[in-house]
C-alpha cells in the first residue's frame, strides 16, 4: 500500500554532467527542495549559492554515507566511463544514510525487462543492473524511480556517426535500414523537467515503477527533415548513406572486441533501431508527459540547439581530446 511522501531533501550526483545539469537546473527553477550536490574531493566546480556543495572521497562508502544522512532522494547521474564497481557502492552508502528513501538510479534508458521485447538482451547492454542495485537494498526501506527517456537528442544528433548516424558537420547521414524506424528520444530539459516534477508531488506513487516520457517519436529520416529546415539544406546536400541495421550492430561489436570504444555506441543505437526492438516504447506503452504535465517540445527548435552546439565544438572529436563533449562546458 502506498503511503503519501512529500520531498525535502535532494541529493544529486553528478550535477555539472550532460544529464544531471539539467536536472539540477529544473530542480532550481522549481524552487520546491533543498538541494545537495555531491562533488570529488578534487572538484573545483561552482554552483549557485542555493546549492549545498559537499565533496566526498567515493572511494569511500563512509564518505558516501555521511555526505547522504539526511536526504530524502537520491539522484545518480554518473558517466559511462565511471569504475562499474561506483554505483553499487553509492547506492549501498545510501541504504546505509538516515533518511534515504528513494533512489533514482543512474539508468535513463529504455525499457526495464517487466516490458518484452522481441529481440533478444544483450548483455553488454544490461543498464538494469544500475535498477537492480536499488532493488538489492530494499530490505532497508529504499525504493527506486527509474526514469526511462530513450536516448538524448541533443547528445545522440550532435555527438557523431556512431549514435544518430549524423555527422552535422560534414553533412553526412549513414541511414539504418531504410532509416523510417521510428524511436522515442527526450530532451535534456524534458528529462530535468520530468525529475522536478516527480519530486514535486507525492513521489511514492511513482515507487518501484519506471516512469516514461518522450520528446518525439522520430526517424532518422524525420531528424534529416529538421536539419533540413534549419540549416536550409536539401538530400542533394548531404551525402546519405544506407546500412543494415543487424549490419551495423554486428559490425560495433567487433569494433569494441577490438578495442574501439567507438563500436559501443554503434552497436548500443543499432539496437534500438532494430525493426521490432523496443526504441518505440510510446506505441505499445504509452508515456507519462501528461501525467506529470511536461510541455509539448518542437523538434526543430531542439535540432537547431543541436546544430548550434556542434557549431560551438560539441561532438566525438573533442570527447576522445578532452573527455568532455563539448569545449564550452
Not at 533478444?120 to 527509474?146: C, M, T, W
Not at 539544406?233 to 569494441?256: N, P, S
Request: aromatic share 10%; proline share 3%.
Amino acid at each position: 500500500m502506498s503511503t503519501s511522501q512529500t520531498i525535502h531533501n535532494v541529493a544529486l550526483i553528478g550535477g555539472t554532467g550532460s544529464i544531471g545539469s539539467h536536472i539540477l537546473k529544473s530542480l532550481l527553477s522549481a524552487n520546491k527542495h533543498t538541494i545537495t550536490v555531491l562533488t570529488r574531493t578534487t572538484s573545483v566546480e561552482t554552483f549557485p549559492d542555493s546549492v549545498s556543495v559537499k565533496k566526498v572521497d567515493y572511494t569511500s562508502s563512509a564518505s558516501i554515507t555521511s555526505a547522504l544522512t539526511g536526504q530524502d532522494f537520491l539522484i545518480i547521474t554518473l558517466p559511462g566511463t565511471a569504475p562499474p564497481e561506483l554505483h553499487p557502492r553509492i547506492v549501498n552508502a545510501a541504504a546505509a544514510a538516515a533518511g534515504v528513501k528513494y533512489i533514482m538510479p543512474n539508468y535513463y534508458g529504455f525499457a526495464l525487462s517487466d516490458r518484452p521485447s522481441a529481440v533478444p538482451a544483450d548483455p553488454l547492454l544490461n543498464f538494469e543492473r544500475y535498477v537492480d542495485d536499488v532493488r538489492a537494498v530494499s530490505s532497508q526501506g529504499v525504493k527506486f524511480i527509474a526514469l526511462a527517456c530513450g536516448f538524448w537528442y541533443e547528445w545522440s544528433l550532435g555527438m557523431g556517426e556512431q549514435w544518430y548516424g549524423f555527422d552535422i558537420a560534414k553533412r553526412r547521414v549513414t541511414f539504418y535500414d531504410n532509416g523510417e524506424k521510428k524511436i522515442n528520444t527526450s530532451t535534456w530539459k524534458l528529462c530535468g523537467d520530468a525529475v522536478a516534477s516527480i519530486l514535486s508531488g507525492d513521489v511514492d506513487k511513482f515507487a518501484n515503477k519506471t516512469v516514461y516520457i518522450s520528446s518525439f517519436l522520430i526517424s532518422q529520416r524525420d531528424m534529416l527533415d529538421s536539419l533540413h529546415r534549419v540549416l536550409g539544406t536539401a538530400d542533394r546536400d548531404w551525402q546519405i548513406a544506407y546500412q543494415g541495421v543487424e549490419e551495423r550492430y554486428q559490425e560495433g561489436h567487433g569494433e569494441f572486441s577490438e578495442g574501439n570504444r567507438l563500436g559501443f555506441a554503434k552497436l548500443m543505437y543499432a539496437r534500438k533501431f532494430y525493426p521490432e526492438g523496443d526504441g518505440d516504447f510510446e506505441t505499445g506503452w504509452g508515456v507519462d508527459n501528461e501525467r506529470l504535465g511536461l510541455e509539448r517540445e518542437e523538434l526543430d527548435e531542439a535540432t537547431g540547439r543541436t546544430v548550434r552546439m556542434v557549431e560551438d565544438g560539441f561532438g566525438v572529436q573533442t570527447w576522445i581530446e578532452t573527455g568532455k563533449p563539448n569545449r564550452v562546458q
